[in-house]
């Protein structure tokens, strides 16, 4: 990929369109699951932006996209859309659009971003929680349920964790600066696969397990009030564990 690659707020409908490719190429989409343009642009005008990373030429390698939400009475981001093309995997480029993201919701004087991710995949959990200081506190049951669309599997149930990104918050401004606090006393460990995709192609079944028991363990943690505020990946045991320790004032309103 040649040349500087720039971060850059998506405002124009070409810069939109380019989205929607991208949208297509790397989560295999059918049309009917495609954000539209116009979507897009609504955004934009309500303030809620879409950042995209753009080589020399303003080609879109990738992007994500911001919306807004409301909870318990706070204004809040909800991240919907992040996707970067293959080849540029790996290259701190979904790192910086957060990081993006991040300052914009500083400037607007919002606090919180959330987004959902599959609690059965480390690398995402790696990313959230290593990478960003993301917490967990909220486990969903099927959250889109099963086959509602092209991108959900029909005999798997979608169960669903919302990572909470408090960007102001002590525990974010270390963990960018690569100082991610360390927990002085775990409550509790729940394990993962740490290749969840190499289980499914193998076994549907097994799959299946997993996500049951994963579930049961997760929301048990929560139920007693701790949060998922570490994860460790390891690679050569084929495990990774999300590590629960009690909640702060730093992660609430």
Known sequence: MPGEITIRECLSIDDFQQCIELERA?????????MPVRLYMISKHCQSPTFGAFTESGRLIGFV?????????????HSHLAGVIEAMRHKDIGYRLKLAQRDHA???????????FDPLQSRNAHFNINKLGAVIRSYKINYYGEGASSVFEAHLPSDRVIAEWWVSSPHVEATLTGNRPQLETVTTRVDIPDDITTIRAASLDEHRSWRLR????????????SIARGFVRNTEEKTSSYLFAEDAEQFRW
């Open 26 to 34: 790397v989560f295999d989409d059918d049309d009917i699951d495609i």
């Open 65 to 77: 996209h911001t919306s807004l939400a409301l909870v318990d009475g706070h204004i809040l981001y």
């Open 106 to 116: 500083i400037a607007a004087g919002v606090s919180l971003i959330i987004w959902t």
């Open 214 to 225: 994963v579930r049961d363990e997760f929301m048990q943690a929560l139920e007693q009030g």
